[in-house]
Nanobody, 121 residues
């Protein structure tokens, strides 16, 4: 079992930045793929970014060039640096973990509780 705890959400103006963090409980964190999904009000949950155990990453077209995912295996933590935020980035952001990979269109093994991000115009 992997427990995921997100932090770093909040209210920010358009054009601003936030960094989300996700701390994982399991000592074998480094062998898991990690990532982020988000769900905006009235919309389906969508893939944001994923990173494998060696640091290779992928992200959705809607955030490419603005969001960066990274991980620190020594701290069992994955990050999402969000720059140039837009009102349409407003959503609950969920940290996820999977034994294989975190990509769009694929289910994952573990979910965090989510952290709210609100971008005001």
């Amino acid at each position: 079992q992997v427990q995921l705890v997100e932090s770093g959400g909040g209210l920010v103006q358009a054009g601003g930045s936030l960094r989300l963090s996700c701390a994982a409980s399991r000592r074998t964190f480094s062998s898991y793929a990690m990532g982020w999904f988000r769900q905006a009000p009235g919309k389906e949950r969508e893939f944001v970014a994923g990173i494998n155990w060696s640091g290779g990453s992928t992200s959705s077209d809607s955030v490419k060039g603005r969001f960066t995912i990274s991980r620190d295996n020594a701290k069992n933590t994955v990050y999402l640096q969000m720059n140039s935020l837009k009102p349409e980035d407003t959503a609950v952001y969920y940290c996820v973990a999977d034994r294989t990979k975190v990509v769009a269109g694929r289910t994952v093994d573990y979910w965090g509780q989510g952290t709210q991000v609100i971008v005001s115009s």
